[in-house]
Every structure is written in structure tokens, then in C-alpha cells.
């Protein structure tokens, strides 16, 4: 039980564009799921708490702008990475937090590579 | 604040040879503390917590760990690793907001 899964898991875009990177909750429903980043050889970074129909919470630094979360159902949310630059390549990962306070369970994380 | 710290960011033991990661945090009251293993390239795999109750929890693969009240340690600990267990080693404690901050890792490396 509590498996979270993400798509795509490796994605090369275009300086410019934009990517959207989904999380689900295959088995069981997630209001509330997080949003990390993690760079190479380093630990995760929080950017975002996503409440199921509600407005992200981002966090300090983070552009929110930039970084789009939408969180439309109980299964799943979106991280939009918009006008991407070089500098957003990164691992994306989104966790779900199950019943307990605090407890989470991950995906297995996205891979962006901005050209 | 919240904070966790991993003193180590490499360790590497022998096949067979007992193995402790070592973490210390910062938390005012009774912390939620978690230990995570990350496999490259891949998300990050629970292997076990503490809530409350007793202090020595056991996880999954084998691993457990102790929290030291006294000392604000969490320390993870596997009698006997094996090969597989090669990954990095991520503690966390609960913080505001259901969120969790997370240590700066330990990358394990077991030789043959």
C-alpha cells in the first residue's frame, strides 16, 4: 500500500517551454502531497505543501510563478515548471502524506534536463 | 527551528560488518523522526519511525534504530549489510506543518 507514482520520469525540454510533471496516490487518497527538489549529490528542498482544492503553499524562495502546483483531486497533483531555463534542471519529487502527522511516502522522482 | 544533522557524508563498511549512520536533530518537544533510503535515480524508500513508545524501533531490510532522548540521536543501525544496502541515507524530523526537513544524507558504499 501507499505508492505514489510520477510522470514522466525523465523529461528534455527546450529552454522556454513548459513542462507539467504529474504525482498520483495509486491507493489511497492524498490531501496533501509535497513538492522537493533535489540537486546532484545533495539532500531534498522542500518547495511546496499542495492541499487538495486549495492554493499551494510555497516556500520561502520559491517562485511561485515559475513553479506551478495544482492539486484538482484527492490522487493527484501537477508541478508545472514554467519558461523553463537551464538552471531548473533538476530531480523533481513528490511525496503524499498518508494518515499519520508527518508521515509521507514518495515517488520515484522526475528527472528534468532543461537544453 | 527544526533541524537534522548527518555528521557523516561517507561511510563505507564491509560486506558482512555491522553498520550505524548517525543522526542528531533539533527539535524542542518529542520529535517524529524517520530514516530514508534513496537507491540512485529513484525516489525515496521509508525503512522505518519513531513516534513515541519504545525507543528502539525496527524497520524494514533488517534496519533499525534508536532514539536517545539525552542526546538528540536517532541513530540507524544494521548488524550485517549486504551489497543491496548501497544507497544514500536521508534522516528527518517532522517540522510545522506536517512537513518534514531532512539531513544532508549519508552515502553508503559496501565493499566486497
Known amino acids: 500500500g501507499a505508492v505514489v507514482s510520477q510522470h514522466p520520469s525523465w523529461v528534455i525540454c527546450k529552454s522556454g517551454t513548459s513542462v507539467k510533471i504529474e504525482c498520483r496516490s495509486l491507493?489511497?487518497?492524498?490531501?496533501?502531497m509535497f513538492w522537493y527538489r533535489q540537486f546532484p549529490k545533495q539532500s531534498l528542498m522542500l518547495m511546496a505543501t499542495?492541499?487538495?482544492?486549495?492554493?499551494?503553499?510555497?516556500e520561502q524562495g520559491v517562485e511561485k510563478d515559475k513553479f506551478l502546483i495544482n492539486h484538482a483531486s484527492l490522487t493527484l497533483s501537477t508541478l508545472t515548471v514554467t519558461s523553463a531555463h537551464p538552471e531548473d534542471s533538476s530531480f523533481y519529487i513528490c511525496s503524499a502524506r498518508v494518515t499519520s502527522a508527518y508521515e509521507q511516502y514518495f515517488g520515484p522522482g522526475t528527472r528534468l534536463t532543461v537544453t | 527551528a527544526q533541524s537534522v544533522t548527518q555528521p557523516d557524508i561517507h561511510i563505507t563498511v564491509s560486506e558482512g560488518a555491522s553498520l550505524e549512520l548517525r543522526c542528531n536533530y533539533s527539535?524542542?518537544?518529542?520529535?517524529?523522526l524517520f530514516w530514508y533510503v534513496q537507491s540512485p535515480g529513484q525516489g525515496l524508500q521509508l525503512l522505518l519511525k519513531y513516534f513515541s513508545g519504545d525507543t528502539l524501533v525496527q524497520g524494514i531490510k533488517g534496519f533499525e534504530a534508536e532514539f536517545k532522548r539525552s542526546q538528540s540521536s536517532f541513530n540507524l543501525r544494521k548488524p550485517s549489510v549486504h551489497w543491496s544496502d548501497a544507497a544514500e541515507y536521508f534522516c528527518?524530523?517532522?517540522?510545522?506543518?506536517?512537513?518534514?526537513?531532512f539531513g544532508a544524507g549519508t552515502i553508503l558504499r559496501v565493499k566486497s
Open positions: 499542495s492541499n487538495e482544492g486549495s492554493k499551494a503553499t510555497y
Open positions: 528527518a524530523v517532522g517540522a510545522d506543518g506536517n512537513k518534514l526537513v
Open positions: 491507493d489511497f487518497q492524498a490531501t496533501t
Open positions: 527539535y524542542g518537544a518529542t520529535p517524529y
